[in-house]
């Protein structure tokens, strides 16, 4: 059987998706198991788009999340994400557990295609899959200047040249 670790998250992080201490936001927490990045949450009713569907931002949230975390996770990179692939964004019950997997499905020098996809019982429901592109930290915050990086993710770009 495969192990599970559980990836670190900082206390510091406000993310919508996976901070842990955002009074407002989703929690997720991420894990490693094998080659692949999993998270399972628990949607409430206030997750709702229509009545007992949750809603198709939320579904996307999540999905870029995992995104996120299975670069940070399996590449030990932070990614930009230039370009959307494939995306499918079904309905998605209020009423039961999902389960998210992401992985990498090919990757060429910093160029890694990574496919997200959310389950509830057992069928796909949403999938993603995007063309990222490791960076250094002058390129990333080139490209994303509001954002504030914390000193947690210090190790998770490219050495600059």
């Known amino acids: 059987m495969t192990q599970r670790v559980e990836l670190e998250n900082s206390d510091d992080n406000l993310c919508f998706g996976c901070g842990p201490q955002n009074p407002m936001g989703l929690r997720l927490r991420f ?12 949607p409430t009713k206030w997750w709702s788009g ?16 995992l995104i996120i975390w299975t670069a940070g996770g399996i590449l030990h990179r932070v990614p930009l994400m230039p370009k959307t692939i494939d995306m499918k964004l079904g309905d998605v019950s209020t009423r039961r557990p999902i389960s998210g997997i992401g992985w990498i499905v090919k990757r060429e020098g910093p160029i890694a295609h990574i496919r997200a996809e959310l389950k509830q019982d057992g069928m796909v429901r949403a999938l993603l899959e995007m063309e990222t592109r490791s960076v250094t930290r002058a390129e990333y915050q080139k490209a994303r200047p509001m954002v ?3 000193a947690s993710l210090t190790g998770f770009f490219e050495e600059e040249s």
């Open 148 to 150: 504030e990086i914390p």
């Open 50 to 65: 229509q009545p007992g569907v949750v809603n198709p931002g939320i579904v996307y949230a999540v999905l870029v999340d």
């Open 31 to 42: 894990f490693m198991e094998g080659d692949r990045v999993i998270t399972e949450c628990i």
